[in-house]
């Protein structure tokens, strides 16, 4: 037999705008979303209770966060807006952005694309990415741009069978229409880098993800860390001045299943 105990408590999004330039283009937006939860205080693990969730997720609201920084420090604001959305209970079923996704501050239309980051990966120097959902849809070219610009490889997905793209905040937008990226580090290593980096970062998975341990003893690159700043920050910037908005690849079964549809009338 199996029983459960829940209990209800209340939490809160973190929703900031920074105002584009153009006076058309400024009301769409350029959202940006980062999970700022994770699990407390649970079942110790090594004699260690607290879970920190340093990877997963404060990672990805501190790159947020800088991310709206460098934008708030451009001498001549993007022509759209930009939204940094932190958002909660992203453990317990994507919750926080579900909800913002679904009943947003600004209307929903006028939301153009998504970046998401969460537990992006810089136990190393990043050298080539992994961007779920570049595939899908018209966001590949600017971040393309993007990661010429910083030299950076692009790789494909190394674990297609887990369906990753569906599997964080990005997901709640994506299922509204809006075309999103998920850009995870890739494998690559410096030549004095003698570690396996599609071991060690496999490993991490197993023995670190969602338990204690997650926490500031671990071994960051901060170069690295600085790297998911940069390439989120410039594919988002070219997306914020492009006079076209992102749009899902012809056939594409996210754009077909949840994309604008096409009326065909009949004569």
Known sequence: TVSSETSSIATSNLIGIIPGSDPVLKNEYVVYVAHVDHFGIGVPVKGDSIYNGAHD??????IALEIARTYKRLKEPTKRSIIIAIVTGEESGLLGSDFFA???TIPQQSMVANFSMDMPFFFHPVLDIVPYGAQHSSLSKPLGEAAKYLNLGIGPDPFPEQVVFIRSDHYSFIKKGIPSLFIKSGFKTVESDKIDRSVSDVAWRRTTYHTPQDDMSQDFDFNGA??????????????ANDPQRPTWNKGDF???KFGPKVTIEKR
């Not at 997720?57 to 501190?62: D, E, P, R, V, W």
């Not at 600085?226 to 997306?239: D, E, R, S």
């Open 102 to 104: 679904s009943n947003p």
């Open 226 to 239: 600085a790297t998911h700043v940069k390439v989120n920050f410039l594919t988002g910037y070219q997306v």
């Open 254 to 256: 996210f754009g077909g």
């Open 57 to 62: 997720n404060a990672s990805g609201t501190s």
